[in-house]
């Protein structure tokens, strides 16, 4: 580590001790330990948690400013129902009503200003130069000129999307960013639901689709209800939260979603983790139970299921026993190549391969084509194929 590095490191600890109230020889241990970890290259200096501890989120983001730190917290985990009927009751228990909001499918996204520049960090407190570009789009700077203290969380959503590609959403014809949360810095404290639409009507800043506010008795059948007709578009699930947002908010999704997730997920099975599958077939067998489906619907879900699970799989076999490489496509769209070259960086830094296509001007922007090599399942199929044992 250079001299330089250690300097500001030690002022980092000075200052951040103070802050989150966490002991200097602590914040050193974890910085050693890269639980906490430089993120260099970018200005404001900033620090990111790679993992969550001492009650600070994964993705909470530490930034040295000329007045001390600023925190961004990570967004926190939502915990999924699995049955809705009994996981309602009791995890809003004692709570009048809930209220229901669309959950959306494409990237989380974390917008500040820092020292009057603004910021969109990924979850992993990454800032990404492609979100920050788009962004700027949906958000004006005059929003934070009022409220630099808050930071605005939201999904970013389309088909020009280079993690999470979805053309689910005909109102978005490129990539655009849906607010679902406003909090504070450094507490992360959230607006209540009410203070978030007002602010974000006031400065026409779009937020993810509501269905409404529920009382506790009719809230399961009424977002069973939600839930099939989403399902029938094409589109993930709800939200379900605490109108004061004082209790966690918990997810609960739409089988088609599941399926398309499926497959998505087993053209590149080697390259996405066991429990990413696991946890899909087991919603699957919850929700079945939970509407007390008949023989007919339940041969119709495992029949879909099946198909989601072995087609892709099958496809990617044939695909490499005929020589091809199996890439996963995304695209975007930018106005300045610049931030396309500094995407590239940021894919680098991330460990992901990729190769980009040229550059098509497209009305005005640059589409450019990615293809992200998944080199595990690459890998495994063609050793597998070629008679290596599992
Ligand atoms: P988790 O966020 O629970 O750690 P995950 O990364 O697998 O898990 P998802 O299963 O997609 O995420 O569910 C949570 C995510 O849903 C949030 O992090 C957020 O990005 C997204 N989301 C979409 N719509 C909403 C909404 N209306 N309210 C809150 N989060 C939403
Ligand atoms: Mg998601």
Not at 260 to 287: H, K, M, W
Not at 296 to 305: E, F, H, N, Q, S
Request: aromatic share 10%; glycine share 8%; with cysteine.
């Amino acid at each position: 580590m250079s001299r330089s590095q250690e300097v500001l490191d030690e002022e980092f600890i000075r200052l951040s001790s103070k802050t989150l109230g966490i002991s200097e020889s602590r914040l050193s241990g974890m910085l050693k330990r890269r639980v906490v970890q430089k993120v260099s290259g970018f200005f404001p200096d900033h620090y990111r948690f790679d993992k969550g501890i001492a009650g600070l989120e994964t993705g909470t983001t530490l930034f040295k400013t000329d007045t001390g730190i600023e925190t961004v917290r990570g967004f926190p985990k939502i915990q999924r129902a699995m049955m809705l009927k009994p996981s309602i009751a009791a995890h809003f228990e004692g709570v009048p009503a809930v209220v229901v909001e669309e959950k959306m499918n494409g990237y989380n996204v974390r917008i500040t200003s820092i020292q009057g520049k603004v910021v969109a960090l990924t979850r992993g407190g990454l800032i990404c130069p492609y979100t920050s570009e788009k962004v700027s789009e949906d958000v004006g700077e005059h929003f934070f000129n009022d409220h630099p203290d808050l930071v605005l969380c939201g999904e970013m959503v389309g088909p020009d999307n280079p993690y999470v590609p979805k053309d689910i959403y005909p109102e978005v014809n490129s990539i655009s960013f849906f607010i679902f949360d406003v909090r504070h810095k450094n507490s992360g404290e959230p607006l209540t639901m009410r203070e978030k639409h007002e602010l974000c009507e006031g400065y026409t800043i779009k937020t993810v689709p509501y269905f409404g506010e529920y009382s506790l008795d009719e809230a399961a059948d009424s977002i069973t209800g939600i839930i099939r007709e989403l399902g029938h578009r094409g589109r993930e699930g709800v939200v379900i939260k605490d109108p004061e947002m004082k209790l966690p908010a918990i997810k609960y999704t739409c089988s088609q979603s599941t399926n398309s997730d499926l497959r998505y997920a087993f053209g590149f099975y080697n390259d996405y983790g066991r429990d990413f599958f696991f946890s899909r077939v087991v919603r699957e067998g919850f929700q079945s139970v939970e509407w007390n489906e008949d023989e007919d619907t339940l041969r119709d879900r495992y029949c879909r299921l099946g198909e989601s699970i072995l087609k892709p799989m099958v496809s990617t076999i044939r695909k490499r026993e005929r020589g091809e490489r199996i890439t996963e496509n995304v695209q975007i769209r930018v106005r300045n190549l610049e931030t396309a070259q500094k995407f590239e960086e940021h894919l680098r830094r991330m460990g992901i391969d990729a190769q980009f296509d040229e550059p098509q001007l497209v009305d005005g922007q640059y589409l450019i084509v990615i293809r992200k090599f998944n080199q595990s399942t690459n890998d495994r199929t063609s050793a597998t194929l070629n008679g290596q044992l599992w």
